[in-house]
């Protein structure tokens, strides 16, 4: 899967977790649609980048999130 699909599987996840009261749980609410905001900006990280060059996020980024029922 490609990072552009797998970013767009997240956000589809994100949103569905907006419509939640636990989203706003604490105010946190802001913070995290920045953080996501953040995250589509920027992508996963990659080798490329020196605090990632000895990670694979391939275990992450390929993990298919769900909310729990």
């Not at 899967?1 to 767009?8: D, L």
């Not at 105010?27 to 900006?41: K, S, V, Y």
């Amino acid at each position: 899967m490609s990072q552009v699909a797998e970013q767009s599987t997240l956000a589809s996840a994100f949103e569905a977790f907006k419509g939640l009261p636990a989203f706003k749980a604490s105010g946190l609410g802001p913070a995290r649609e920045a953080a996501f905001r953040r995250f589509l900006a920027a992508g996963f990280p990659t080798t490329r980048q020196e605090e990632w060059r000895h990670t694979n996020i391939h275990p992450i980024a390929s993990t298919e999130f769900k909310l729990p029922s």
